[in-house]
């Protein structure tokens, strides 16, 4: 079930769902609360073969972004970051999802990785995978709202701990090859 406006208002209040910094009570949406770009994101570096399933470094470069933004060209791939750091209760999901008026632009933020379910033992930011999609160029800036987080409870509560692959997650974050499951 999704959490509607109201639920999440009480979550937030009883520490079920925490986000920092404070959520604005204008960020709560009717089904969700609204996200930021925080201040850095990666650029890949283009022409790269990757074999995802090789322990390798994939070649990113860092970009902090001033009040003047970075302009993400049509068909270009970034990762970002929320401003906002998450952690929830066990029986609670989060989905990420954009915007409507940003996605009538063509920015994608996320491509398949849109469910969250890591983030009942620690708090991360959320990673946001932006690709440009439409026919403008699209400035980027800090604390520009860039999404909404969705909340739904589960039938039950999460057994298994977080995934360690991204544990303590704040900032943009490259992929970690080097994680290997056993």
Do not use: W
Not at 28 to 46: C, D, N
Not at 90 to 116: F, K, N, P, Q, Y
């Amino acid at each position: 079930m999704i959490l509607s406006d109201t639920t999440i208002l009480d979550y937030l209040r009883s520490g079920k769902i925490l986000i920092e910094p404070e959520v604005r009570e204008t960020d709560v949406r009717p089904t969700g609360v609204r996200i930021h770009l925080a201040e850095e994101i990666l650029v890949p570096k283009a022409n790269v073969l990757v074999n995802p399933e090789a322990m390798v470094d994939v070649p990113y470069r860092s970009i902090r972004l001033g009040p003047e933004g970075h302009i993400l060209r049509t068909q270009e791939f970034v990762l970002g970051s929320s401003r906002e750091r998450i952690k929830t209760d066990r029986e609670i999901v989060c989905l990420l999802d954009g915007r409507s008026t940003i996605a009538r632009l063509g920015l994608g933020i996320h491509c398949t990785a849109g469910l969250m379910d890591s983030v009942h033992d620690d708090m991360r930011s959320v990673t946001l995978e932006l690709y440009n999609f439409g026919p403008f160029d699209l400035l980027l800036t800090p604390g520009m709202a860039i999404g909404i987080v969705v909340f739904s409870t589960l039938s039950a509560p999460i057994a298994q701990n977080a995934q360690v692959q991204y544990f303590g997650q704040v900032g943009a974050t490259r992929p970690n090859l080097h994680f290997r499951r056993k």
